[in-house]
């Protein structure tokens, strides 16, 4: 009976440690928000439930006077808007505003925020140019950039970054916008 229990108390360790990357996620030291404020294109993401799979979206985000961040996305599906949804983005204390807490309106209103943030930015092309950003437990992954192409190359290299950082790259779904 012993042997047993020891048999499933380790079989369960063993999948409790396959389930999750418990190390912890880096960002980026600082975040001018100034500079990344403006238009971004998602390239890839991992799936999530509120964004339909064959849609893309394209993030706005405005700086504002009292430092926080004004953000619209809009949702793309065969080149129409389907959905768009406004909030509000405020760094993280101490973060170099390399997370964020970005908070919706409407129902999405409802989902509490964790204090240290739900928008990690854990990749940045010095120019701004591109940026991975993510969530710590590593469910939400979107690789953003300023044109809606992407060179594969760029692209690959910011997603085996995030592979190395425990994100499930094998789910990644990939487009480029018209």
């Keep these: 009976m012993f042997v ?3 048999v499933l108390l380790l079989t369960a360790l063993a999948l409790a440690g396959c389930t999750e990357n418990s190390a912890p996620l880096p960002t980026v030291a600082q975040v001018d928000l100034t500079r990344y404020a403006g238009r971004w294109y998602e390239i890839a ?4 439930f509120f964004q339909k799979e064959g849609g893309r979206a394209i993030a706005e985000y405005t700086a504002e006077s009292d430092g926080s961040v004004k953000v ?3 949702e793309l599906r065969d080149g129409s808007t389907e959905k768009a949804v406004e909030g509000r983005a405020t760094a993280v ?3 170099g505003n390399a997370r964020l807490q970005v908070r919706f309106g409407g129902f999405a209103a409802l989902a509490p925020v964790p204090a240290e943030g739900n928008y990690w930015i854990i990749g940045l092309e010095p120019d701004y140019s591109v940026a991975l950003v993510g969530t710590p437990d590593r469910k939400y992954l979107w690789l953003l950039a300023r044109d809606s192409h992407l060179s594969p190359a760029i692209r690959d290299r910011h997603l085996a970054d995030a592979r190395r950082l425990g994100f499930p790259t094998e789910k990644i779904l990939t ?4």
Aim: glycine fraction near 6%; hydrophobic fraction near 30%.
């Design 93 to 95: 204390p101490g973060s």
């Design 45 to 48: 993401r991992l799936p999530n």
């Design 72 to 74: 619209r996305n809009t």
């Design 175 to 178: 487009a480029q916008l018209p």
């Design 4 to 6: 047993f229990r020891l």
